[in-house]
């Protein structure tokens, strides 16, 4: 009886032990930090990193997710759909219906005092229930400093990264880290629709009409140059031709020229007019 007894004990023991061992682990998946609220001193500033950790068995460790997330504030393929989370927005001179996209995660070091703020809720309910309803007011605040046109097509990308640093700015008190937004897609009415479209078309107009000028400037110019380059080489011609000239002219003296008439009397020998008949005599005299 007395052994059983030591053996019931022994077992009790190891229980009670094992229950002691679990209840001061703590594993802390990857993507993750665990907060430890103790029991005599509250949430601890000093979070848990993944892996397994050892802690008091008077404190408990939630774990909140630090991995980068991706909220969607879209519509849904089926228009009126209850999941249709795409939201209206103004700007400067009329509104249009958005779709929002933004990648973030909580920041490490702020993870306890949201945890504290919010009295225990998870990351994503934060984001859910106070997150989401702050990210459309600030997409309202940039939307509202450009017109629909600009938001819509013209500037679409200034506005994205306006939204992604205003984003950026308001939502770190939250302990949030906003890593890039956009406006993924937009929607205007039919009828600003239809005058998008029509000063697409007249901005296409205008930049093929600027082409044809700029064609025509350019083959004008082209046939100028052309022009000119031919004046230039028949005056450059003719200069060079009047300067042979003037240099065969300033050669000829009259030795030259005596010379040239000895040669001939030479080869044809004297030539007379008799009658108005020339004579050659080929001996060089005259007759």
Not at 107 to 116: C, E
Request: aromatic fraction near 4%; charge should be negative.
């Amino acid at each position: 009886m007395k052994k059983l007894y030591i053996t019931g004990v022994i077992v009790l023991a190891s229980i009670i032990g094992a229950g002691v061992a679990i209840k001061s682990i703590a594993i802390v998946p990857a993507g993750y930090v665990g907060v430890v609220y103790s029991m005599n001193g509250g949430v601890k500033e000093e979070v848990l990193t993944q892996g397994v950790r050892l802690k008091k068995i008077t404190e408990k460790v939630t774990n909140y997710s630090i991995a980068t997330e991706t909220l969607s504030l879209s519509a849904d393929s089926k228009e009126g759909s209850k999941d249709n989370e795409s939201f209206d927005v103004v700007c400067r001179d009329g509104r249009m219906n958005v779709d929002l996209e933004m990648s973030y995660s909580f920041d490490p070091d702020k993870v306890s005092a949201l945890f504290t703020r919010y009295r225990g809720l998870s990351g994503q309910t934060v984001m859910d229930t106070v997150i989401r309803g702050k990210i459309k007011t600030i997409a309202n605040e940039v939307t509202s400093q450009y017109s629909v046109l600009e938001a819509h097509m013209e500037q679409k990308g200034e506005v994205n990264r306006a939204l992604t640093e205003l984003l950026r700015e308001r939502l770190s008190e939250f302990g949030v880290s906003v890593e890039s937004a956009t406006l993924s897609q937009t929607r205007v009415d039919a009828a600003i629709e239809a005058a998008i479209t029509e000063r697409s078309k007249a901005s296409q107009e205008l930049e093929a009409e600027k082409q044809r000028q700029e064609k025509a400037t350019l083959e004008a110019e082209t046939k100028r140059i052309a022009a000119e380059g031919e004046k230039a080489a028949q005056i450059i011609a003719a200069q060079g031709e009047k300067e042979a000239n003037d240099l065969l002219k300033s050669s000829i003296s009259q030795e030259l020229i005596d010379m040239k008439n000895a040669e001939a009397r030479m080869t044809h020998g004297w030539i007379t007019v008799q009658g108005g008949t020339p004579i050659v005599n080929a001996t060089g005299t005259e007759n």
